[in-house]
């Protein structure tokens, strides 16, 4: 994601609001603790107005800086989902109705519409949530290490065994979503194809069997995406179970200590409001990975479509001028390699020759049996 234009810009801008973020977070917690262990030490509710008024700012400061980073990821990603909507119209366009039988009209018409949705979403919730998994914990994290070692050090062992279960996780959850977008791509194209021949179909009294087929098609997608959501909730589960647990044990060891007189009760309460807001960036992270697969296929889909060759450039660097009036067009004996026989070939053969020239206006038609080349000649004569 960071070759598009202007991702290291609002990367940097990111970083910048998430340390804004750790700070607000911790701003609260130290100042809610005070304020709490103020009171319960017997002083009065005015004495402790700095530190409820220093949590009123931090908590406005903290939802400011999340509105703020909305708003720089909601133009910016506009901004790219428009530029890569028309690269891929464009590189489309360019490469000719050969290209899209082959994809496939209705795997294009929902990468260009759905896809480019999917993309924007995916550029959202993962740009957003890994800047404020690789920043938030570990500002946390140091401020407890300062504050209490102990608790700290729980902290950052319960780490490695939540990477791990989401590493392993997510790699079950990629192979699953792979299988899902095939799926997706399979049923796009069938529900296309007897949208647009629906009305052959039913001349023809096929119309019965062929919604059969889309019903088949239509099944193999719902059990790959319950698949998919099968690992989505045990990912979900593990991350809550193990973050959880770990809250747990530092909430054990505080209240120990507390009740021993070997800890004060503010650092006890500041450690308690910081356990949950460093697990809540990487849960938050688990949790919308899975929200960014299929956006992360969609982008690997419309990346193959815009890495494809084009037909090079006229050598002599001609250009066609425009159609008029006086404009003419030759043709002799036209033939087009790579099949066998070769597709018009075959069909001058059989008509002696496929030789014709026009001048100016007009309409022509084109008759033949299926497979003699007539798709062939209109993608010939739009230069595809």
């Known amino acids: 994601m960071w070759r598009f234009p202007g991702a290291k810009r609002i990367g940097a801008l990111l970083f910048l609001i998430a340390c804004g973020q750790g700070i607000a977070i911790i701003a609260q917690a130290r100042s809610v603790a005070l304020a709490i262990s103020g009171l319960w030490s017997g002083e009065g509710l005015s004495t402790q107005a700095r530190w409820i008024v220093l949590f009123l700012f931090a908590f406005l400061l903290r939802h400011a800086l999340t509105w703020l980073r909305s708003k720089l990821l909601e133009s910016y990603i506009t901004a790219t989902g428009k530029t890569l909507h028309r690269r891929l119209l464009e590189k ?81 959850a990629r192979a699953r979503a792979t299988k899902q977008y095939r799926s997706y791509r399979v049923l796009a194209n069938h529900f296309v194809d007897s949208l647009r021949g629906l009305e052959t179909l039913k001349l023809l009294g096929l119309s019965a069997n062929y919604a059969k087929t889309v019903g088949a098609v239509s099944n193999n997608y719902r059990r790959a995406t319950m698949g998919t959501l099968t690992i989505a909730f045990m990912s979900g589960f593990a991350l809550d179970f193990f973050s959880t647990l770990s809250i747990a044990i ?135």
Not at 130 to 152: E, K, M, Q, W
Not at 347 to 352: G, I, V
Request: glycine share 10%.
């Open 250 to 384: 530092i909430a054990l060891f505080l209240g120990l200590r507390l009740l021993e007189g070997a800890m004060l009760l503010a650092p006890a309460l500041t450690m308690l409001v910081l356990a949950p807001e460093y697990f809540m960036p990487i849960r938050e992270f688990g949790g919308d990975y899975h929200a960014t697969l299929e956006g992360k296929k969609a982008l690997e889909a419309v990346e193959s479509v815009l890495s494809t060759p084009e037909m090079p450039d006229d050598p002599a660097g001609r250009e066609i001028a425009p159609w008029s009036e006086s404009a003419s067009i030759a043709l002799c004996n036209i033939a087009v390699e790579g099949s066998s026989p070769p597709t018009l070939e075959s069909t001058a053969k059989r008509l002696e020759t496929l030789s014709f020239s026009w001048q100016g206006y007009g309409k022509i038609g084109i008759i033949g049996a299926s497979g003699a080349g007539k798709s062939t000649l209109i993608e010939l004569l739009g230069g595809f």
């Open 92 to 172: 489309v366009f360019s490469l000719g109705p050969n290209f899209v039988q082959k994809q496939g009209t209705g795997n294009l018409v929902t990468m260009t519409m759905e896809g480019i949705h999917r993309i924007e979403n995916y550029l959202s919730l993962f740009g957003s949530k890994t800047v404020g998994v690789l920043v938030i914990p570990f500002l946390v994290l140091a401020y407890s290490l300062y504050l209490d070692s102990r608790s700290a050090l729980i902290m950052f062992l319960v780490l490695p065994i939540v990477i791990a279960f989401m590493i392993l996780l997510g790699q079950f």
